[in-house]
């Protein structure tokens, strides 16, 4: 089954996530990480499909919901006090955002969806414990807004035949509870306060009893929810069955955390309810509910989470955001130059060493990754992730509401995001040029509404037949015919770069473009006929090189890390602004005197097999001339020279394989070997 879970990121959200992966179903998740955080879901990032989106965004929301089995709808503004602070806030995150939930999953015909609703929609009910026959009476504008959300469900299952379930949280804890915001809830809020030597502030007598749900319990009863026959349109009440007083609560943690201080008393706060207590046997009786984790086990293990956390620092107040918005120029619509980038592609071989260049040399830089991973790969930037100067996000730079959001945090955005390789673009021609040309104009569309900076990565491709000299910025492209898909990628990046100047000279975006020849090095796959990557795995299996055609045909090589100090240094230069540079360096190698190097410095047995090209492309495949880079602009601007020559980069990519079939070859033998 292929579940979705909105707010997957938050705390009740990663655990599901984790759930729903333990028991062998296929993930995705919503979140727009106002309250989530990436770092909930770091030792699951890479089984999961994550896309950073607002329910209230209901266009936004049809494309995650194709394709899936059922829907868990946890994404929520949560906090009576916040509600009270701003309803209407409230109401359009809980009430229309689960409207926007349910049409989008009635759209895709999933099959269920089980969205978590609250105790708080009991109120004013008279009676203990609470039922879910019970007439709801809520006080607070949060628990209106929880009631309307659990009315939509209950009106889409008898209009829409949509198969819905409402469970009913009682106070809910565990780990990953925020404990520092202003809304946080009780028991992380406490636990803080003791392991400061603060004294937690009790509000009202502290007689007050609640019916506090272990996580792990509300876990189990939404995996039951999904697989249950029969329950549509029904409500739960998911808790424990047995209520505890604030003060006793606090007293316990008093217990657990070995603190000094006693908790203090405040005033009654207005919309809380006095006591809470739910009935469970209906939960019991259709879903087999039972609470496993009982009220002492649960505080165990989550003042152990705290404590693994090491010591708390600071103030209680509300997380910033992790990426710094800066203010526009007077009337310019545009911001001031920031340390804060979008990277698109920036998963894929050059994306990953730009990151890492980008956070080396600048501790004050944020660098936000979107990547699909269609070509990209998250190991390539799993050591730089950390949900805060680093965040991953998988989604398209096709994706118009997402790149909107995420561009509203940048500064610059360097576009890297296209289909890569010989093999795929004459594989897939449509496919190549229409992803190309829709994200370009979805990237310069945001980035012209948020006044961001672009660095445009376009190819040598585009100077398609010039081969006669020295290509400068200013030469003709000259292109074949384009019924032959082996001119889709080049086109598709020429029309990019006319799509960059008409964005310049209509609408007044800052950008730059960037012609790259040949970027080679390590992380680069061989998968799309890249020649280094593939040459070198051929060597180290003493395999024979394959050599498409007479092997006479020259390339001028660039090493990734001259590549990146181009990118840098152009992304720092506003002289850089409404121009083209060539990225590349002049030194000509043909393919057969490569693929002879790789042997050498590999120190293979390989020999090298010339393939006709009639054998390896489809009919009508034309080889490229020479192409050398004139790089005179771009010495000139930055004083950028290419440190690294060919046999660097051989080295380079060698290492990076051996390193590769190592790691391999030890999993598969710790895996043998049951270890």
Known sequence: MRALVTGGAGFIGSHIVRGLLASGHEVRVIDNLSTGRLANLDEVIEEIELYEL????????RAPLVGCDAVIHLAALPSVPRSIADPSASHETNATGTLNVLRAARDAEVGRVVSASSSSIYGAAQGLPKREGMRPLPISPYAVSKLAAESYCQSFYEVYGLETVALRYFNVFG????????????????????????????????????????????????????????????????????????????????????????????????????????????????????????????IRRTVAHYLDLGPMVGPASAPGPRLKLVEPRGGSGRKHRTRNYLITGGAGFIGSHLTEALVKRDESATVTILDD???????????????????????????AALVDDLMRAAGQCIHLASAVGVQMIVNEPLETLMRSVRGSNVIMHAATRNGVRVLFSST?????????????????????????????????????????????????????????????????????????????RQALANENLTVYGDGKQTRCFTHVNDTVAALLALSDCDGACSRTFNVGTPNLISIHELARRVIIRSGSDSGITLVPYEEAYPTGFEELGTRVPDTTALRELTGWEARFSIDDAIDDVIAHERARLALAASLESAAGTGA
């Open 175 to 298: 780990p990953r509870q925020d404990p520092n915001s202003e809304y946080a809830a009780v028991i992380p809020k406490f636990i803080r306060a003791f392991r400061l030597g603060e004294a937690p502030v009790i509000f009202g007598d502290g007689q007050q009893s609640r019916d506090f749900t272990y996580v792990d319990n509300v876990v189990a009863a939404n995996l039951a929810a999904l697989s249950t026959a029969g329950i549509g349109g029904r409500v739960y009440n998911i808790a424990c069955g047995a209520g505890i007083t604030l003060n006793e609560i606090a007293a316990r943690l008093r217990e657990a955390l070995a603190a000094d201080v006693e908790p203090t008393h405040g005033p009654d706060r207005v919309g809380d309810v006095r006591h809470s207590l739910a009935d469970i046997s209906a939960a019991r009786t259709d879903l087999g509910y039972e609470p496993e984790v009982g009220l002492e086990d649960g």
């Open 460 to 536: 040598s491709e585009v100077y398609g037949k010039q081969s006669h000299r020295l290509l400068s910025e200013d030469d003709d492209l000259i292109f074949g015919s384009p019924s032959k898909g082996r001119w889709t990628y080049a086109i598709a990046k020429s029309f990019g770069e006319a799509l960059i100047h008409g964005y310049g000279r209509q609408r007044g975006v800052d950008a730059t473009i960037v012609r790259l020849f040949n970027c080679v090095g390590p992380r680069q796959t061989g998968t799309y006929g890249m020649v280094l990557p593939r040459f070198v």
């Open 54 to 61: 607002d329910i209230r965004d209901a266009d936004g929301l």
């Open 373 to 399: 991973l269609s070509t990209g790969s998250f190991e390539n930037v799993a050591h730089l992730v950390d949900g805060d100067r680093v965040r991953f996000v998988r989604g398209s730079a096709t994706d």
